[in-house]
């Protein structure tokens, strides 16, 4: 197949990443030529790392760099696709702004795919006109390691699209789930609820960020802690979707003051150097100082 996919920054350049690797051909698109060569050095930089560690051959990954290519136009990019993968910041005027100009340059038959881990894909598809043709696909960070991808079914997906959608995660070796059309869907939903419990017990004294996430780390065997997770995902990505999902589904997901603070000082998380914990050269050195009542 020809598949698009719309934004090369860390969901993106994955994205396209796997579907290349799946022997499909992959036009990757930015609104900025620079965008575009940093997402696609990020394939290269992942592939060699595969190779080192003996994941991925030689072969397999010259194979699929043969198959990337990028653009800054949206026409060149979608023409005679398959399949659209938007990946766009998560800003819901933006999404439905995409879906727009993806229909007006995409064939009549092309599935539009939106990427988000939280925003109403309903919505989101009410900006096309061949609506049933829109299905959300949830991608999870890094996608050339995470197995999951959660389909979600908007109001407007038909069947045939559903159907494909099963199918090309599968093909691109990938396990899907399948989840109705509802704030935060399935792993949000849950993810975040777990994140923002610890950080409610950071505020209260109950024990310090190293310990929360060894409790899960060790007692639940999960891969990484809720607080780290969070510093990793960006605590201010956090914080936009739990005010989603605040007002969509009520008080249980109101923000702590603990998570408000960090984003106000621009304490993000790993991509800034610090959050709930201290990061350097994308490890963690210490715990922050800012944790406090």
């Known amino acids: 197949m020809r598949v698009a996919v719309l934004g090369a920054g860390t969901m993106g350049h994955g994205i396209a990443q796997v579907t290349a690797m799946a022997g499909h051909d992959v036009v990757v698109r930015d609104i900025e030529t620079a965008y575009v060569e940093d997402g696609l050095e990020s394939i ?4 060699e790392g595969g190779i080192e560690r003996e994941k991925v051959t030689r072969e397999e990954a010259d194979a699929a760099l043969e198959r990337l290519s990028g653009t800054t136009d949206l026409a060149e990019a ?21 879906m727009a100009d993806v229909e007006k340059h995409a064939d009549d038959e092309t599935v539009i795919a939106t990427n988000t881990s939280s925003l109403s894909i309903t919505e989101i598809a009410s900006a096309a006109e061949r609506d049933g043709l829109v299905v959300g696909l949830h991608f999870f960070n890094p996608v050339h390691i995470m197995q999951l991808v959660e389909i979600v079914v908007a109001e407007q997906t038909d069947d045939e699209t559903l159907e494909f959608a099963r199918e090309f995660v599968e093909d691109i070796e990938k396990t899907p789930v399948e989840v109705t059309d509802s704030p935060g869907f399935a792993s949000s939903r ?7 419990e610890a950080i409610r017990m950071v505020e209260e004294g109950v024990a310090d960020p190293r310990d929360i996430d060894a409790a899960m780390e060790l007692g639940y065997n999960h891969p ?3 607080i780290e997770l969070g510093d990793v995902v960006g605590l201010d990505v956090r914080l936009d979707i739990l005010e989603y ?3 969509e589904l009520g008080e249980r997901f109101r923000p702590p003051q603990a998570l408000k603070r960090k984003v106000r000082a621009g304490k993000l998380g790993k991509k800034t150097g610090e959050g709930f914990y201290v990061w350097e050269d994308g490890e963690i050195v ?6 406090d009542e």
């Open 78 to 98: 979608v023409e005679g696709a398959d399949v659209v993968v938007e990946a766009v910041p998560e800003d819901v005027d933006l999404k439905k702004e995409t």
């Open 224 to 226: 990484m802690g809720p």
């Open 190 to 196: 849950l993810g975040v609820a777990l994140g923002v």
């Open 245 to 247: 999902l605040r007002e």
């Open 286 to 291: 210490g715990v922050s100082g800012e944790v």
């Open 44 to 47: 290269e930089s992942n592939l």
